[in-house]
Structures are given as structure tokens and as C-alpha cells.
């Protein structure tokens, strides 16, 4: 129990595009989900979180107008990252939780995201 | 806060052991720990509640200390796929709707 799906697994796009990554919650509802950068040899850093129904939250220095957040039902949500740049390539990971059971909170299996 | 993780790496031959050590300066409910492969999304591997719980699945074991808030993963007689990046997440509430913070992360290199 617990999947959490996450698109696509890796993406190329050049810089000054827009790029959408999905995350679906596939056997519970999350009224929350959460969203991670990862750069290389580091550790999972928050960027924000993703509440149903209403505005995200994000954490300092993260500029919620580059990285859209929609969460648009209990099983979906959606960072875009606009105007995509260099140093926007990164490793993205989005995760939830099943509220209904101990679980620990289950990752998405990640968005490569390389700008060029 | 970010917990601190200690050691940052290291290193083991098949068969040795390792605990790897997960501390926070605030008050914790949770700890999760979780491990991750080159490449890979982090694989969650067990949470701790609060309590002073300690559990295991095969032969990797954890402790949570609430008093000292700290937590220490215990992996014995390594196997190669043991191999990867250890993380220890921390949380503050049961409620889904919080994050976890995570440490660092630990190396772990398993030799043959």
C-alpha cells in the first residue's frame, strides 16, 4: 500500500521553457504532498508543500511564482517549473503520506530535470 | 532544524556491522529512516514513534530516544545491498500534513 507515481522520470527541456511534473497518490487520498530537490550528494531539501484544494506553502528562498504548485484533487498534484534555467537541474522527489495508516511517509520515484 | 547524522560515511567489508546516529535540537514525535541508491528515490525503511520505540526488520534495527532525541540505526553483518545513502527524517507531529526534515545522509559503502 502506500504508491506514490511520479512523471516522468526524467526530463530535458531547454532553458526559458516550462516543465510540469506530476504526482499521484495511486491507493490513498493525501490532502497533503510534498516537494523535494535533491542535488547531487546532498540530502532532500524541502521546497514546499502541497495542500487540496488551496495555496501552497513554500519554505525560505524558494519563489513560489518559478515553481507552480497545484493540488488540485486528493490524489494529484503538480509542480511547474517556468522559465526553466541551469541551475534549475536537479533531482525532483514529491512524497506523501497515508494518513490512515503508520506508514512512513512514501516517496515518488523522482523527476530528473536537466536544463540546457 | 535539520538533524544532525554522524558518521557522514563509511566504509564496511561483508559481514561487519554499523549504527549510524540521528540527533535534533527540538523535540521530536518521529523518526524515519530511509535509504537511497545512486539515482533512485529514498526507500523508506522504518519510522519510529514516540514512546522510546525500537524495531527491526531483518537485520537492520532502530532506536528512538525521545529523551535525548536521538535515534540510531543498526545495521548488522552488512550485505552489498546494504549499500547507499542513509537518511534519517525527523517529524515533530503524527499528522500527515507536516514534512519531514531530513539529515544530511550517511554513506554507507559495503565491500566484499
Known amino acids: 500500500g502506500a504508491v506514490v507515481s511520479q512523471h516522468p522520470s526524467w526530463v530535458i527541456c531547454k532553458s526559458g521553457t516550462s516543465v510540469k511534473i506530476e504526482c499521484r497518490s495511486l491507493d490513498f487520498q493525501a490532502t497533503t504532498m510534498f516537494w523535494y530537490r535533491q542535488f547531487p550528494k546532498q540530502s532532500l531539501m524541502l521546497m514546499a508543500t502541497?495542500?487540496?484544494?488551496?495555496?501552497?506553502?513554500?519554505e525560505q528562498g524558494v519563489e513560489k511564482d518559478k515553481f507552480l504548485i497545484n493540488h488540485a484533487s486528493l490524489t494529484l498534484s503538480t509542480l511547474t517549473v517556468t522559465s526553466a534555467h541551469p541551475e534549475d537541474s536537479s533531482f525532483y522527489i514529491c512524497?506523501?503520506?497515508?494518513?490512515?495508516?503508520?506508514?512512513?511517509?512514501?516517496f515518488g520515484s523522482g523527476t530528473r530535470l536537466t536544463v540546457v | 532544524q535539520q538533524p544532525v547524522q554522524s558518521p557522514q560515511a563509511v566504509i564496511l567489508r561483508e559481514g561487519e556491522d554499523a549504527v549510524i546516529n540521528c540527533s535534533s535540537s527540538k523535540a521530536l514525535y518521529s523518526v524515519h529512516w530511509y535509504r537511497q541508491k545512486h539515482g533512485e528515490a529514498p526507500v523508506f525503511l522504518m519510522i519510529l514513534l514516540k514512546g522510546g520505540e525500537q524495531k527491526g526488520h531483518d537485520k537492520i534495527s532502530a532506536s528512538f530516544n525521545e529523551k535525548k532525541q536521538q535515534s540510531s540505526l543498526y545495521l548488522t553483518a552488512s550485505q552489498l545491498s546494504y549499500s547507499g545513502t542513509y537518511f534519517c527524517g525527523t517529524g515533530q507531529h503524527l499528522s500527515g500534513n507536516t514534512p519531514l526534515v531530513f539529515g544530511k545522509g550517511t554513506r554507507l559503502s559495503v565491500i566484499a
Open positions: 512524497s506523501a503520506r497515508d494518513g490512515q495508516k503508520h506508514y512512513g511517509y512514501t
Open positions: 502541497s495542500n487540496e484544494g488551496s495555496k501552497a506553502t513554500y
